[in-house]
C-alpha cells in the first residue's frame, strides 16, 4: 500500500507565503517524478510544479518567480515553497507522485487526498 500524505495548506494574506510538503509511504520501490497540480472551484485540476529524481524542474507559467519546488529523496518527501501569493492561487493542492509500488515492475500515478489553500484578506 502505498499512501500520499499532503500537510501545510491553509488561509493566507496576499502576498503572504506557504510550504506545501507531500510525504510518500509504503511499499515503495522507486519514485520518478513528483509534482503538485491544483483545482480551484469550476475548473480543470492544472500543474503547478513538478520535479524529476534528478532534480530538474518544471513550472506553470502562471507561478514561475513565486513558486519553489524541491524533493528531499531520502525521505519520499516533495515540496511547494509558495512566496508572493495572489488570490487566484486559491484551490486544492494536490501531490502527485510517478512510483514503482508493491507488485509492479513499472511506475504508476499516486495521488494525495489534496490540500486547501486559500489566499484571501
Known amino acids: 500500500q502505498v499512501q500520499l500524505v499532503e500537510s501545510g495548506g491553509g488561509l493566507v494574506q496576499p502576498g503572504g507565503s506557504l510550504r506545501l510538503s507531500c510525504a510518500a509511504s509504503?511499499?515503495?520501490?522507486?519514485?520518478?517524478?513528483m509534482g503538485w497540480y491544483r483545482q480551484a472551484p469550476g475548473k480543470q485540476r492544472e500543474l503547478v510544479a513538478a520535479?524529476?529524481?534528478?532534480?530538474?524542474?518544471n513550472y506553470a507559467d502562471s507561478v514561475k518567480g513565486r513558486f519553489t519546488i524541491s524533493r528531499d529523496n531520502a525521505k519520499n518527501t516533495v515540496y511547494l515553497q509558495m512566496n508572493s501569493l495572489k488570490p487566484e492561487d486559491t484551490a486544492v493542492y494536490y501531490c502527485?507522485?510517478?512510483?514503482?509500488?508493491?507488485?509492479?515492475?513499472?511506475?504508476?500515478?499516486?495521488w494525495g487526498q489534496g490540500t486547501q489553500v486559500t489566499v484571501s484578506s
Open positions: 509504503g511499499s515503495i520501490f522507486s519514485i520518478y517524478a
Open positions: 520535479i524529476t529524481s534528478g532534480g530538474s524542474t
Open positions: 502527485n507522485a510517478d512510483l514503482v509500488g508493491p507488485q509492479s515492475t513499472t511506475p504508476d500515478d499516486y
